[in-house]
Structures are given as C-alpha cells and as structure tokens.
C-alpha cells in the first residue's frame, strides 16, 4: 500500500492539525517504549548502577540525536514546502540532496562521538562505579548513528507529505521488536547494557526499512540517478535550514550535560531517581513533539501554497489544543506517576525508598510546568514551518543560558531540589524569546507575503 500523503492547504486547520498530529503521538508512544522498555529491564534486572549508567550516557547519547534531528527536520521544512507549492520535480532533488548530506553527516557524526564518548563522561566526572557501563552504551549508540540518521530522514520525508500513518505504523512494529530484542538480549543472553543497546538499533533498522517501502510506492517520489545530484543553491538553502536546528539542538543537550556534571555530585541514589523521571520526559513531551512535528508540515505547505491566514488561524487554534493537552498529561502523571516510577526502580527497600522520593519530586515539577513547554513546541516549529530556523536557534542559546545558570546557582541556595527547577527555567527562557519572535518578525513576515 502506498503512502497515505495528504495536502494540509484545505479544511479546519484546528481538525487537520490535531488529526495529522494523533497517528504522530502513537508512534511516540511507541518510539518512547524503546527508552521505557530499556530502562525497565535495566532498572530491574540489573539494578541501580546500571540505570544511573544508563542517566549518565543520556545528554551525549541526545546531542547526537539531536543533532541527526535537526538536519533532518530542517530538510523536511523545504520538502514540505515544495509539496506545498506543486514542485514535485523539485521536490525529489530535495530529497536527494538530503539523502546526499545526511550520509556524509551520520558518518562525520559517528566518528566524533566514538573521540568524544570517554573523554566527555570524565569531564562530567561520572562515578567510576557507573563509568564503564555508560561507556559502552554510549560506543554501541554511536555505531548506529547511520542507522538513526536514515530513519529519521525517510520520517520526514512522509511527514512533510502529510502522512503520519505511515510512521505511526514503522513505530510499531519497531517497538515490538525492540520490546522481543532486550528481554532477550538483556534477561536471556545476559548481555547487559549492551545487550539494551543492541535491541535499539536494530529496532531503528526495522523502522527505516518499513519506511522507505512506503516511500518507493509513492508515485510522485519516483528518485533517479540525477536527483541525488548535488545542486549547489539548494545544498546550501538545505545547510542554511538544518545547521541552525541542529545547532540548537546540540546547545540544548550541552546544557543537559551541564545538569548532569551538577548531578554526578549528588551521589548514585540521586542520579538514579532523576533518571527515572528522565526517562518519563520523552512521554511527558510526547503530545508536544507531535504537535511540533504537524505544525512544520502545516505551516510549510500553506506558505507554499501562498495561504498565509491559514498559518495565523491555525497557530492560534495548535496553542489551545497543545495547552489542553498539557494539562490532561498533567494530571495523569501527578496522580499516577508514584506507581509508574516504581516500575523503574529495584534495590535495597531503602534505596527504592529513596530513589522513588527524588524521581517523583521532579515529575511533580515538571508536570506543573509541562504547559509551558508545550508552547515551546507549537510556537517553535511554527517558525521553522515558515523558513526560519535561525530564531528557533537563538531559543535554544536562551534555554542552554536558563538551564545553566539555574543548575549553577540554584542548588547553592536551596539544595539538591533546586536542579529540578533547571528544566523548567530552560522552557520559560526559549518561550519568550520564541512568543516574542513570533509576534514581532513572523506575524510582520506572513503580513507582508
């Protein structure tokens, strides 16, 4: 079956938003079962220094993510726009110029974070208790970083054509084979943490092959030798759209690190409880990156198609349906995230009793807040939707600014909690700037198209 593509230039923005954005969060639900499934059996089976290694490996492991991320999501933007605008000629040099840097980047990628791995773990002073299963996590993630990079980039591909079934379904089937790989890998062949890693990988394998038969039969992307030629312009206007949100992305998980070198001085228990709850992040943000995710599409099709109150009218209608959500994730997790956490965590009574007091203190922080990231998403990607990825990557530098200085400074004044409020910092910082941007140069951009 081909791939269910879909033009988001007509209809109730708010209906094609929400709907475009559904399938894309449970296909997160399920990408985040790779984490959830992970940390569980982790967690449980081979105990709190292993989950607090898994705590230690996670900002480098998501800078590289992040990275691969943001080039793809930045090449994603002109795809959407080309669809957008009719350009189906143009749209397959879109994407075989993307096909084109993406490979140099994953390898240039897996290169740099082999040298960087152990060196950056000793500079964050990671415990030597945890050290060398954070490593070794850590070199098997990077090993994969080609595979990550082509899935991440056949994803955009369909979702910048307005198809998030398609993901949903690659999602999970890899999930399922992630879920079959650790049990057996970790609880069978004892392989460990490697053995953790190992089954992510080859779920992400799984999911890129399910997404490129999907894209080969789609008739409009019918790629030819000469597509995959590199075109100078549009090289660099697919440089100038994925270099800034990977940069952003990479300043993030920076800070992150910055959290975590603060962290590594609290001790192992609290390392652990604060992983716990880390590895919850990805569902609390789940709604928000979906939300995210149509908001470039939508934005980048209607500018394409010259329908520029379309994007004013459906931001306004994407910031009530992301707060709405917010709040409902909000209170699920202030009522339930006890036993959930619980699920996470093995150990001496006292040590469970202990990690389960850090972990829920700073879920319960972050629930209060989670609206306000929620925003951050929305208003973020609705600029990136439009072009402009420079002042999504300016929020970024705010929110390495925000997190830092609040994990810096804060716990000196009122102990180990003040670093749960870093995060919290991190979001308020990247919502003025983006609100602001987005009042001041992207409502003035769309006036005057």
């Not at 985040?32 to 940390?39: A, I, K, N, P």
């Not at 209060?368 to 999504?392: C, D, E, K």
């Amino acid at each position: 079956m081909a791939a269910s593509i879909k033009t988001m230039t007509e209809g109730k923005p708010g209906r094609l938003i929400f709907t475009f954005a559904l399938p894309l969060m449970l296909g997160n639900v399920f990408q985040q079962l790779y984490t959830v499934v992970d940390t569980m059996v982790v967690g449980k089976y081979l105990g709190v220094n292993a989950l607090a290694a898994l705590g230690a490996a996670d900002w480098l492991n998501w800078m590289m993510l992040g990275i691969v991320q943001g080039f793809t999501q930045g090449f994603g933007i002109l795809m959407a726009q080309e669809f957008g605008a009719g350009n189906y000629p143009r749209l397959r040099g879109v994407i075989g110029n993307s096909a084109a840097l993406s490979a140099a980047f994953s390898l240039f990628l897996l290169t740099l974070g082999q040298l960087l791995a152990h060196p950056v773990l000793l500079l964050l002073q990671t415990p030597g208790a945890i050290m060398p299963g954070a490593l070794l996590y850590l070199r098997i993630m990077f090993l994969g970083l080609p595979v990550v990079m082509a899935y991440n980039l056949l994803a955009c591909i369909l979702r910048s054509l307005g198809d998030g079934k398609t993901p949903l379904q690659a999602m999970v089937v890899a999930s399922l084979t992630n879920i079959v790989l650790d049990l057996l890998f970790v609880m069978g062949f004892h392989w460990g943490i490697a053995g953790a890693a190992m089954a992510t990988l080859a779920a992400q394998v799984v999911s890129g092959i399910f997404c490129l038969y999907h894209i080969s039969k789609v008739e409009i992307l019918g790629l030819k030798k000469e597509d995959f030629r590199v075109r100078g312009q549009m090289f660099l206007r697919l440089l100038g759209l994925g270099s800034p949100m990977a940069f952003q992305n990479c300043m993030i998980a920076v800070g992150g690190m910055i959290v975590q070198f603060v962290i590594n001085g609290f001790g192992v228990i609290f390392i652990a409880g604060f992983t716990a709850t880390n590895k919850l992040y990805g569902i609390l943000e789940i709604a928000a990156t979906s939300y995210g995710y149509a908001m470039i599409t939508y934005v980048g099709q209607n500018l394409g198609a010259g329908k520029y109150q379309r994007i004013r009218e459906g931001m306004r209608r994407a910031v009530v349906i992301a707060i709405a959500t917010s709040l409902a994730i909000s209170g699920v997790m202030l009522l339930f995230g006890k036993v959930i956490l619980s699920w996470f965590i093995s150990g001496t009574p006292q040590e469970e009793a202990q990690t389960l007091q850090i972990a829920y203190f700073y879920l319960a922080v972050m629930s209060v807040f989670l609206w306000v990231l929620y925003i951050l998403h929305v208003v973020r990607s609705a600029i990136q939707g439009m072009g402009n990825t420079l002042l999504p990557m300016v929020s970024g530098i705010a929110e390495f600014l925000m997190r830092t200085t609040t994990a810096l400074l804060l716990p000196l004044w009122v102990g180990e909690n003040g670093i749960f409020f870093a995060e919290i910092a991190a979001w308020a910082g990247a919502d003025v700037v983006l609100v602001m941007s987005y009042f001041a140069v992207a409502g003035k951009y769309l006036k005057e198209r």
